[in-house]
Structures are given as C-alpha cells and as structure tokens.
C-alpha cells in the first residue's frame, strides 16, 4: 500500500498535552512485478542496467488506476520511463508467457496488457487473491517487432495499481 498509515497513540489521561505519534510505514515489501521475461524494474534490480532507488523496491511501482507510464508516476522512478536507457530486449514469440512475482497477494480486478496504447491482453480474476507466482499467455496478433509492454495489475480493493514495462522483440 502506498498508503501511509498513521498510527495516533494516546498517552494516558494524566499527560497534558495529549502526545499524537505519526509513524509513516514503509511500503518496501509489499507488491509484485513481472521477473521473466525481464521487466525494466526487474532489470534494475538485477544490476543489468544501472537504477536509482527502483533497483531496491521492483515490486513497488504503485499508482492510481488508468495510468499508461512505466514508473506509474512516482518521479523516483523516473529510470523506468526512460526507453534510451539501455533496457535489454528479449526475443519472444508472437505468443509470450508473462511471470509475475507477487510479495503481497493483493485480492485482484484486472490484469491488463496493452502495446502502444492498444490493449492486447486482459485477465479477470474477479476479485480473487492470486497465488505468490502468477503466469499469463498473452498473444500478441499480428504485432510484431521491437515493443514496450506494458502490464497493469489493478487490485481490487484499493484504487491503485501496479505498472510494470517489459522491452520485447516479437518473432525476433
Ligand atoms: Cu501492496
């Protein structure tokens, strides 16, 4: 959750002025990405191409539903929105299997993927809370080429999602 929680402790009725504690709580655990075929933030972590903070939290790029960027407009990942940074490409077919590693099981809506701004591939969990590893098969149709995927978990009870960039040759 990008969410941060306030923990408001009071301190017993004999102490004036009441005390109030905030606590942000660091969302470093939580979330998901996809590993394979290497995403940029996956990427990142693996010191394939030299990140900012990303490379310590690949999970974490959280934002609100709808977005179309790579760093789901969290300026401290700005590395991923950049396509000249060196990302490496991996050749996959025309249909390519997408594995998530997920470090919190968010109960989910949608998986969607699109390229170009075109949807080419959407899963519907219903609500469901997915398992710690989930796989998609998304069939690219007649796409082919070098493309940027980019895949979008949205979860069901927040309105938050989670954005993921994957740099592709397909039928390369
Ligand atoms: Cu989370």
């Known amino acids: 959750m990008n969410r941060k929680r306030k923990l408001a402790m009071s301190v017993g009725a004999g102490l004036a002025p009441l005390l109030v504690?905030?606590?942000?709580?660091s969302p470093a655990s939580a979330h998901g990405y996809?590993?394979?075929?290497?995403s940029r933030q996956a990427q990142c972590a693996a010191g394939t191409v030299q990140c900012g903070p990303i490379k310590w939290e690949p999970q974490s790029v959280e934002g609100p539903k709808g977005l179309s960027s790579c760093s789901g407009g969290n300026s401290q990942f700005a590395?991923?929105?950049?396509?000249?940074?060196?990302?490496?490409?991996?050749?996959v077919g025309s249909t390519t299997t997408f594995n998530w590693t997920l470090t919190a099981r968010h109960s989910t809506s949608t998986w969607q993927y699109f390229v170009g701004g075109r949807k080419v591939a959407e899963f519907n969990d219903g609500g469901a809370q997915p398992p710690a590893?989930?796989?998609h098969q998304v069939n690219f149709g007649g796409i082919t080429g070098k493309q940027k995927v980019l895949a979008v978990w949205n979860i069901a009870d927040t309105a938050n999602a989670f954005y993921v960039c994957?740099?592709?040759?397909?039928?390369?």
């Open 34 to 38: 996809i590993d394979s075929p290497p």
């Open 133 to 135: 590893h989930v796989s």
């Open 21 to 25: 504690m905030t606590l942000p709580v």
């Open 79 to 91: 590395d991923l929105d950049d396509d000249a940074k060196g990302w490496k490409v991996t050749p």
């Open 166 to 172: 994957v740099d592709v040759n397909i039928g390369g």
